[in-house]
């Protein structure tokens, strides 16, 4: 039985993979926008040297360029062919002994299927001569959230929908959970945020920032996630985990939809914790809160406006690798 499992993301990194927006036809108007939103952020998590390092990960030569001219001497560029930015779902999950695991991609659920994100893991993992063992099953990253004990907290919107994996039942992903990833406790919460097209990934619900301490949202007036939150306390209660509660945006929205924005899309670095800002009402409230969760770490608030427009935040284009 595995004894090794992927550490919280609180643990020492010794590198960051940060996809950096490449394809002009995906992201439009927004693709120069979205390039400096994620070098910020990119900046931000390596925090003039104290964090870890950083590799911004390009598409093709061109978008690999625009890396290099924007980021300076301060992260490194690679460039792999990939669909889209997302690395926290299509790049391998590392373990604590410096191994890692690949799982199957399909696009969320059929919905984009891009070429190069259902190898893009293989590869990168490759680059850096880590052994990534292949598993036949459909996990995203975004869709866990580990306290590095054990303790384990997802969805069932995603984790249990017919479109990722229908012929494994509830039990059997807990034993692949188990046998891959090191996670002997699951936290099995009920739906994620609305209209997100990830079919409700957990780190825009609930994260662990602490050893049975999960973070989630309270509901903002007008809030559009407001049950869920309320769900996802009930159900974490039940559990035995502990809560601490977060501000939350609110109702976002973007054409006059409402879009996924979350303050929990954070990311957690060595030295730094980084957090996306949309313009709403709570945007300091929520960098003071997390703050006061990482009181030897800087947190940092930059906007993610137009990386958002793509469908994630600061949290789904970065994956760490443990160190």
Known sequence: MMTVMQPAEWARHDAVWIGFPSHADLWLDDLAPAQAEVVAFARAVHAGGKGERVILVAADETAGAAARALAGDFADVVVEPFGDIWLRDTAAILLGDGSARDFRFNGWGGKYDLQGDDDIGLRLAARRAIAATSCDWVLEGGAIDGDGTGLVVTTEQCLLNPNRNPALTKTE????????????????????????????????????????????????????????????????????????????????????????????????????????????ANDTAAVAAIAALFPERETVGLRADHILTGGGSFHCISQQLPG
């Open 173 to 280: 992903i807990e034993t692949r959970l188990r046998d891959d990833l090191g996670f002997t406790r699951v936290l099995w919460l009920g739906d994620g945020l609305v209209n997100d097209h990830t079919d409700g990934h957990v780190d825009n619900l609930a994260r662990f920032v602490g050893t049975n301490l999960l973070a989630l949202p309270e509901a903002a007036e007008d809030d559009p996630n407001g049950e869920i939150f309320a769900e996802a306390r009930r159900c974490a209660a039940a559990a035995g985990v502990e809560i601490v509660s977060l501000p939350s945006p609110g109702r976002v929205l973007r054409d006059d939809e409402i879009v996924p924005a979350s303050y929990m899309n954070f990311y957690i670095g060595n030295a730094a914790v980084v957090v996306p800002l949309y313009g709403a």
